[in-house]
């Protein structure tokens, strides 16, 4: 199995502000990878250098074998790209929005109307395609956004948070249509915000904070590299958190983590359902009351927090508008 | 790198055709569908016509006394110039949209997006000029040249209105956002369009200023298609070099704003990000 895309090193800069600080990843052929990370981590520069839309100030990028830099129209031949926002003409119909990417990847006339059908049915937008696409829904959008950026049959695509803002309908649709493009042998490469859709889709996630990689690998080895299990309990109203601390101190032999808003205790375990057995046994023996009790795997969330410092939900600062980053630019000039 | 095969040159540029001639399409599919814009750009012309021949009109004195005959070129120039600034707040929006990054990661030649836009801009200029000439005439404005000369005019109004267009088409890429292309692209035709001889002869002005009118390209253009309608009895040129040679200069005020903005918003095309 090839390697569908590699990046070493980029770095990107604007002003004193970091985007890509030296990030490197690796996608194999007809895998995906998830990147992970809060906004401004650097996910969506990554992506706008691996699709030659910018130039990174230093490190090297290759996409279906060619060098960004140096053959950016064989990469751009071989690529699909949906992002963040649906790119579409509000003013042409589904249909032309289809057959004019057609054209400008020189499919011929031809071809790119049989190439629209196709993907107008594929996408059931067969009878909204001969409206224009400003009466099209959110996930209608999407839909055609998706669907123009496989136009050309590309065999690497680049999806920026394709499910940002859609209903948890739509999404589990675009979630389908995603896994579909893989099993027919598509390299995707990802972004989300969302700890779940990485979790569904990608076959390697790679976290990403500051610019960089911080971790990578499947679901699983980035679960494992947290620890093992937790213990997960809720104390009922009343009962003293500091008896429950005691008891799962004992259990865990380490302080548990103590959530006094929501009454709620943490602590990593070794054993397995024995140790939930145990720890009903004391718990009760020390009169503590139980709202809830369970054992659970570190969800990606305890990947991020454990790894960044922080949930991955925060928001870091980064410069997103236009005008912030030519600002950065020029003070660097 | 630098040297290409004459095959792959060819191809090249087949390709540029190409895709400049569907992204015009693209364009020229708006027109029905978006009628508001058009209407407005013929209303504006319109208004102009309308408000310079009767409000002004009476109080500008132009020797031979037909300022309406002496007008038209003069609105002829500024609706082309106003145009081209359209091209700017489009390309602006398709930034906003993110249309710009979906164009820029297709194969596509780098040049075709703004050539796209620019023409098809272009054929918007035909229908606005057909319109207003039709104004014109029905508030007494007349030709007095050969066919063959009115037609030369108005192919001049539209060489410089593609140059306007470039201008545009830079100024669009450079701003922030759709709302600043809306302002940045027209604020700065309104000192261009007045400091020339479109509304006004130049002769009434301070010497210093009419050198700099003179030399205005919007001048030359105005002169240039006075003389092919045959409204010219009414304007001096006044020893103004630039004026007297209105046609040449104009076609090579033209040829250098196509060159030198094309290069420019070319070259930041290349570059451009939607955020």
Redesign the interface.
């Known amino acids: 199995m090839g390697v569908a895309i590699r990046a070493e090193g980029l770095v990107k800069r604007y002003g004193s502000v970091v985007a890509l600080d030296g990030m490197s990843l690796q996608v194999e052929e007809a895998t995906v990878l998830g990147l992970l990370g809060p906004n401004g981590a650097g996910k969506t520069t990554a992506v ?1 250098v691996l ?5 990174p100030d230093s490190g090297t990028a290759e996409v279906a074998g060619f060098d960004v830099r140096r053959h950016p ?1 064989e990469v ?2 071989r ?1 699909g ?1 949906s ?10 119909t589904g249909r ?1 929005n289809l057959q ?2 057609g ?4 499919l011929g006339k031809a071809h790119s109307r049989e190439r629209a059908a196709e993907l107008l049915e594929r996408f059931d937008l067969v009878d909204a395609g001969d409206r ?1 696409a400003k009466t099209y829904s959110g996930g209608m959008r999407r839909r055609l956004d998706l669907a ?1 950026s496989l136009v050309a049959s590309p065999p690497v695509l680049f999806l920026d948070e394709p499910t940002t803002g859609l209903d948890p309908r739509s999404r589990l649709g675009m979630w389908d249509v995603i896994s579909g493009l893989v099993r027919d042998g598509t390299t995707v490469l990802l972004t989300t915000q969302y700890l779940e859709e990485a979790d569904r889709l990608a076959d390697t996630i790679a976290v990403v904070d500051h610019g960089r990689v911080i971790a990578s690998g499947t679901a699983d080895e980035l679960k494992s590299q947290v620890g093992g299990d937790r213990l997960d309990l809720v104390v009922t109203a009343g009962s003293p958190l500091e008896t429950a601390a005691a008891v799962l101190s004992a259990i865990c032999g380490v302080a548990p983590t103590v959530d006094q808003h929501s009454r709620r205790l943490l602590g990593p375990v070794a054993g397995g359902a024995g140790t939930l057995i145990e720890a009903i046994r004391l718990l009760d023996e020390a009169g503590v009351g139980i709202d809830d009790l369970a054992l659970r795997r570190p969800s990606l969330d305890d990947v991020f927090l454990s790894l960044t410092g922080h949930h991955s939900e925060d928001e870091t600062v980064a410069p ?4 912030q ?2 600002q950065a630019e020029r003070s660097t000039s | 790198m630098t040297l290409l095969a004459p095959e792959k040159v060819s191809s090249r540029l087949s390709h540029a055709v190409n895709d400049s001639l569907v992204l015009t399409m693209r364009h020229l599919r708006h027109i029905p569908r978006i009628p508001e814009l058009l209407v407005f750009s013929i209303v504006q012309p319109i208004m102009f016509v309308l408000l310079f021949a009767f409000v002004f009109g009476g109080a500008i004195q132009v020797a031979g006394g037909g300022y309406r005959s002496y007008l038209m070129a003069g609105i002829f120039a500024q609706t082309v110039a106003f145009n081209g600034a359209s091209t700017g707040v489009g390309l602006a929006e398709d930034m906003a949209k993110g249309l710009i990054d979906r164009f820029r990661s297709l194969p596509m030649a780098r040049s075709a997006v703004l050539a796209g836009r620019t023409l098809s801009d272009l054929l918007r200029t035909v229908l606005i000029l057909i319109v207003m000439s039709v104004c014109g005439l029905a508030v007494g404005w007349r030709t007095h040249t050969s066919a063959l000369s009115i037609t030369g005019g108005f192919l001049l109004l539209l060489l410089f209105g593609f140059a306007m267009s470039w201008i545009g088409a830079w100024i669009g890429l450079i701003v922030p956002s759709t709302e600043v292309a809306n302002t940045a692209g027209f604020i700065w035709l309104f000192p261009l369009t007045f400091m020339s001889n479109a509304f006004v002869p130049i002769q009434t002005m301070p010497s210093w200023l009419q050198t700099v009118v003179a030399w205005n390209p919007i001048s030359a253009t105005v002169q240039a298609v006075r003389t092919a309608f045959g409204n010219t009895g009414v304007a001096p040129t006044r020893g103004f070099w630039p004026l007297e040679h209105a046609a040449v200069v104009s076609v090579g005020w033209s040829i250098v704003l196509i060159v030198g903005f094309g290069v420019l918003a070319v070259r930041r095309y290349r570059t451009a990000s939607s955020r």
Do not use: F, K, N, P
């Open positions: 706008r699709t030659t839309l910018l130039d129209d751009r031949r690529i790209l992002g963040q926002y649906a790119a579409i003409d509000e003013y042409l032309e004019m990417v054209r400008l990847y020189h224009i123009a997103t508008s236009r005008r980053r030519r």
